[in-house]
């Protein structure tokens, strides 16, 4: 079998259909990101007070210079200190949870890993809530410490896991989530202790446990950037290791990637997404689980694509959750929005895991 | 090209291989043969700088195998593993494309000649047709030959085989060996593979080292090494060494073990009463 040599046309007809595949992201990029922008506008529209949409959109139009309408001083608190802080927040929170859910699954090469899962935002949210009751909550140089005590526990739960789930040198697929959850379950019950020692009302409990963007706006975005931004540039750093580190760890090795350090550097980064969300919105599940498994259907697994349109859809999902959490009860009282994120993701989840294991695809 | 210098080799405290010495040589063509659990994926992963030496050492171009770092080492040799598990449902085309890790840019983007190696890996593994079929749907010797197209994208110096073709069918093994067989003698390729089909061995093979209770029981050309007293000392197994009246090429034929390699077999005398 002796190879001819390539024709030019043959090596055009690839580029070219490569070429495709990169006009589809490009496009894919496209609507995800203005419908993350509009959804961001929508969300400011939609709560108890009733404003209309005109005059939001007036009131945005304003702040850039182009209209000279202004709301009430009540509206203006509403839509921009409230309703719009709280979205950018959502979708930042999302977006930071859905690329920590990327970088998990192809890195453990596990389809149920993600920070829930495997009890990394519950570490993360430990570590905030431990800060807390200690009465740490000074920033350095700028920084706020919170985000760095769920780092710590993000960090400390990993490793517990990943100890816990290792068996002869090797980490056990089916014994991840089981540690994942076991961990998890642990420090959930601690955090209620601590939380309850210190006299604090359960909805401080149930803020870290079941996550909620309730009461938050731009201070805790400012919170959130650094480390979010610090994760997300970690992990675009290692995108194309992440394809080949999802072939496991001899072919990684064969394929010249340094597996040890890329492998350390990718947890390190999933975990600065983790705990820059979770130290904001508390533990949300299933955003990091089921965001990256629809985008993987849609966009393929190359995982420098995934990652972005993964934190686009995630920020996209979250902030319609949120908005769900606050309308959702006739009362008027707000729904932690981690209910409606596992009201949501579960069965959709049980969806894909009885569709897509038969064909051994994600 | 690569130099073993009494190197001992195993998991902990249990000894696989022990005080290995040889060297292999730009273009040579290397069989490593030996019964199972003789060593020979140990040695495969420890020259592929995957299993570190307990003792002594392993150079690749006079530097040690372990200081060489990933990507020069990829750059140097490619390896094909065993088992080939993917996943993720990358195209054949991505995976393959994956080869040519260790000789992009860090951040760079796909290059024309990066491209065009893939292309032409998967045109000589006849894998052309598989290119934008996803990885986890292909058949399992399809994914073999995907892998082996992904390691010639590396465009090394050594391709290193182990037990790579065991999943293949008569003619897609055929197909791989006379690959590695052009490549070897037009570009000077080294091919090292471990493998334990004898007459495969013994048809492209220029050198055997042979691997028993953890040593190297043997090591030197074909001719020399592929005889019937050797293989059937290492295999416990009386074997029988000929040259094929057709192709000239040797081939070995293993003999009942019950010793009574002359009687009849028990359906012909049947069928003869």
């Known amino acids: 079998m002796k190879a001819e040599e390539l024709s030019a046309l043959e090596i055009q007809e690839t580029w070219d259909r490569r070429r495709a595949g990169s006009r589809r992201f490009a496009v894919t990029l496209a609507v995800l990101g203005l419908s993350l922008a509009a959804s961001i506008g929508l969300a400011t529209a939609i709560g108890r007070l009733d404003l209309g949409w005109g005059e939001i959109a007036q009131a945005f139009l304003n702040k850039i210079g182009l209209s000279s309408f202004t709301l009430d001083r009540t509206g203006e608190v509403i839509v921009f200190h409230l309703r719009f802080s709280r979205a950018v927040l959502a979708a930042l929170v999302g977006a930071c949870l859905a690329g920590a859910g990327v970088i998990f699954q192809g890195l453990l090469r596990n389809p149920l890993a993600d920070p829930f899962t495997i009890g990394v935002s519950t570490g993360a949210a430990f570590g905030a809530a431990l800060l807390v009751v200690l009465g740490i909550e000074g920033a350095f140089w700028g920084l706020s410490a919170l985000p760095l005590g769920a780092l710590a526990g993000a960090l400390a739960a990993l490793v517990a896991v990943l100890i816990l789930s290792r068996e002869e040198g090797r980490i056990r697929q089916e014994s991840l989530v089981l540690a994942g959850i076991v961990v998890s379950t642990f420090l959930s019950a601690f955090i209620s202790l601590i939380k309850s020692l210190d006299e604090e009302s359960l909805s401080a409990i149930v803020f870290w446990i079941m996550g909620s963007f309730s009461g938050r706006g731009w201070v805790h975005v400012g919170f959130l950037l650094p480390y979010g931004l610090a994760g997300l540039v970690l992990a675009a750093l290692n995108y194309r290791e992440l394809d080949i580190l999802a072939l496991g760890e001899e072919q990684s090795h064969y394929l010249g990637v340094a597996v040890s350090r890329t492998r350390l550097q990718l947890l390190l980064a999933a975990s600065l997404l983790t705990a820059a969300a979770v130290s904001v919105s508390g533990v949300i599940g299933f955003v990091g689980l089921v965001v990256p498994h629809l985008i993987r259907i849609l966009a393929g697994p190359s995982h420098g694509r995934l990652l972005i349109l993964a934190a686009l859809a995630g920020g996209l999902t979250l902030i319609w959750a949120d908005v769900l959490s606050r309308v959702i009860l006739p009362g008027g009282q707000e729904l932690p929005v981690g209910v409606v994120t596992a009201l949501l993701g579960g069965p959709f989840f049980f969806y894909l895991l009885k569709t897509r294991k038969g064909r051994g695809v994600w | ?273």
């Open chain 2, 1 to 273: 090209m690569i130099r073993v210098k009494a190197l001992s080799l195993g998991y902990g405290a249990r000894a696989v291989l022990e005080d290995l010495n040889f060297q292999v040589d730009r273009g040579e063509f290397v069989g490593i043969l030996g019964p199972n659990g003789s060593g020979k994926s140990t040695l495969v992963n420890a020259l592929a700088g995957l299993l570190p030496p307990q003792a002594g050492a392993i150079e690749l171009n006079g530097q040690d195998l372990q200081s060489v770092a990933s990507r020069v080492r990829a750059q140097t040799m490619a390896v094909v593993p065993q088992s080939n598990e993917i996943r993720f449902p990358f195209s054949c085309m991505e995976v393959v494309l994956m080869g040519r890790y260790p000789r992009r840019r860090r951040l760079g983007t796909l290059t024309p000649e990066d491209l065009m190696a893939g292309l032409r890996a998967m045109r000589q593994t006849t894998t052309e047709h598989l290119q934008d079929r996803l990885v986890t749907e292909v058949s399992g010797g399809e994914r073999q030959r995907v892998v082996i197209a992904r390691a010639l994208a590396q465009e090394p110096d050594i391709l290193m085989l182990d037990e790579a073709t065991s999943s293949l069918d008569v003619r897609k093994k055929l197909e791989i060996f006379e690959l590695c067989q052009a490549l070897n003698r037009e570009k000077n390729l080294t091919v090292l593979c471990a493998i334990h089909d004898l007459n495969l061995a013994a048809m492209y093979c220029r050198r055997l080292i042979i691997l028993k209770d953890d040593r190297m029981v043997e090591d030197g050309a074909t001719e020399l090494v592929f005889t019937s007293e050797i293989l059937s000392a290492v295999f416990e197994t009386p074997m029988e060494v000929a040259r094929h009246p057709l192709s000239g090429r040797l081939y070995g034929v293993m003999l009942p073990l019950s010793g009574d390699a002359a009687a009849e077999p028990e359906i012909l005398k049947a069928g003869v009463s």
